[in-house]
């Protein structure tokens, strides 16, 4: 293959990313007003289904809008040797190659960082206010952008420079060394997430002595989980769309819950999304999704370490240095038919232990509950109650509403 040849085959795969995506989103947007399915008829009143459609067709017009001009982005920069003026701003700052490495995906994301806030005020000041879910200030925003900046620099800088470093000593074998410092990085987080980045973002303080805790203990104890660690966050500074998540493992295992959670429903419904949460943490599903993900990385790097040298993907993007940069460029697009497949492969994984922690929880705790908050939880965030299959099949992580009320009352 030529490198003009390998040019072409980048650009192809640009665009059919785009065209495959705005094929199923289509197909998605033609069942916003299908009849809702009877066992779904009291999840909104009629104004505020009316209200959710509304959300669902601007929400679709503006990722068009904003996927075709990143697309457009993308290949304008492909046509008109960005990554060649970018690597030249880079060399000429510095020799050090990790130095320009860093350069340079510095000035691509920064920039495209930039480029991107408008869109981000537009989703988040008119979109997300004209339907009542913003509670983010002008404040707020600015700060959470900034705190996002300096940790991409400190925590994905410090990767990066590391995986450099060890692709300048090791040559092809660097991917070995570097596997185990994301693995033993994935893992940290997912231990430490909760007591070292949230702190950044939110406020959070452990559950006060009341009913809702004691109603949770008291099923804790019921299925034999060790629970002392219950936080509540205060998700309501930014919206009014509520969650709660599982976090860690052994003594660092904790259940955060968003403050809009526990103002939105009941105490056995709380503990019935908590009781599928222990699901997820019971059926081992905690501890398979991470180490997939590490063995998928190390996949990623393995096929990185292939091809990362070769001078072809330095050539086919204008570029006359062969450098790590510019293949990790050429890589992440040639990469992404097969990361389409994998993420395909982790949703149906995913929506499979959606399942069993549903059914954990019917028979640790109670259906009921569990349905009524799905159908609150779906209602408050204006979700899709008629998404079409396609769509279903290769994006969404969870199964439909509709399945997992199915599934429940059966
Ligand atoms: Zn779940």
Request: hydrophobic residues 45%; glycine residues 6%; proline residues 3%.
């Amino acid at each position: 293959m030529t490198s003009a040849q390998l040019f072409y085959v980048l650009i192809t795969i640009l665009i059919l990313n785009f065209i495959v995506d705005k094929i199923l989103s289509t197909l998605n947007s033609n069942r916003f007003d299908d009849v809702i399915p009877p066992e779904l008829e009291d999840v909104y009143e009629k104004e505020d289904y009316e209200k959710s459609q509304a959300y669902k067709k601007t929400n679709a017009k503006f990722s068009t809008i904003t996927g075709l001009f990143s697309l457009l982005l993308t290949l304008s920069f492909f046509f008109f040797d960005g990554f060649k003026y970018v690597d030249e701003i880079a060399r000429n700052f510095t020799k050090n190659s990790i130095l320009i490495t860093l350069i340079f995906f510095g000035i691509i994301l920064i920039g495209s960082d930039l480029i991107n806030i408008p869109f981000s005020i537009y989703k988040t000041f008119v979109i997300e206010e004209q339907f009542g879910f913003n509670k983010t200030t002008k404040k707020t925003f600015i700060f959470d952008k900034l705190k996002g900046l300096v940790m991409t620099v400190v925590v994905g800088g410090g990767l990066l420079a590391l995986i450099v470093w060890f692709y300048e000593f090791a040559g092809s074998t660097f991917w070995v060394y570097a596997w185990v410092v994301i693995a033993a990085f994935s893992v940290f987080m997912n231990m430490f997430y909760s007591k070292l980045i949230v702190p950044l973002f939110n406020k959070q303080k452990p559950l006060e002595a009341g009913a809702l805790k004691t109603a949770i203990q008291d099923y804790a104890k019921t299925v034999g989980f060790k629970l002392d660690n219950i936080f509540v966050i205060d998700g309501s500074k930014r919206s009014t769309k509520a969650n709660a998540y599982f976090s860690g493992f052994g003594k660092q295992k904790r259940i955060t819950l968003y403050d809009t959670l526990i103002h939105d429903l009941e105490t056995d419904e709380i503990v019935a999304v908590l009781a599928h949460e222990v699901g997820h943490y019971k059926r081992k599903h905690i501890v398979f999704n991470l180490s997939s993900s590490i063995l998928l990385t190390g996949f990623t790097l393995w096929l990185l370490s292939l091809f990362v040298s070769l001078p072809i993907f330095s050539e086919a993007l204008g570029v006359n240095i062969p450098s790590f940069h510019i293949g990790l460029i050429a890589f992440g697009i040639l990469y992404s038919p097969i990361s389409q497949v994998t993420g395909l492969f982790m949703n149906i994984m995913s929506r499979k232990f959606e399942y069993q922690a549903d059914n954990y929880a019917k028979e640790t705790f109670s259906a009921k509950p569990l349905v009524s908050s799905l159908k609150k939880l779906s209602k408050n965030s204006l979700s899709n109650l008629t998404p079409h299959a396609a769509y279903v099949f290769m994006h969404y992580s969870h199964p439909t509403l509709l399945e997992r009320v199915k599934n429940l009352l059966e």
